[in-house]
């Protein structure tokens, strides 16, 4: 495992960008493993009833998939020391082998002591912003 050194990023360093796919299945799997079965994940006729376009992604599988843009760059998520978002639009997941996709990319925004750095992130689907105010604070190597 390579971690990245403190001597190897700067201000306004991009992050390689990553895309990302959402299936039915991996909201299922999601389901299993978290817990969360609220119906508008899984079952279409409800989900249009609230008023959702189709069934949607679990917020949290979203921002857990995001971190990945940061935690595969660092090589090792126990680097990770916070991390917030804000959910500012659903994923639609359509019923097709296909699913969705997310594009997300990252950059350094400021570098603080003890070799710390802030890593602002962007999740967009479909041309708009998923994921407002996603920030990553990282532990790089000395």
Known sequence: MTLVSISHVHVGLEL????????????????????DFNIIHWNERVAQEVGLPSVIAHGMLTMGTVIRIVTDWLGDPGKVIEYSARFTRPIPVPDTDQGTNIKVTAKIAELLENNQAVITISAIHN???VLAKTVAIVQLAP
């Not at 796919?21 to 817990?35: K, M, P, W």
């Open 16 to 35: 390689p960008a990553q895309e990302f796919v959402f299936t039915r299945a991996d909201l299922i799997r999601y389901a299993g493993a978290s817990g």
């Open 127 to 129: 041309e708009v912003t």
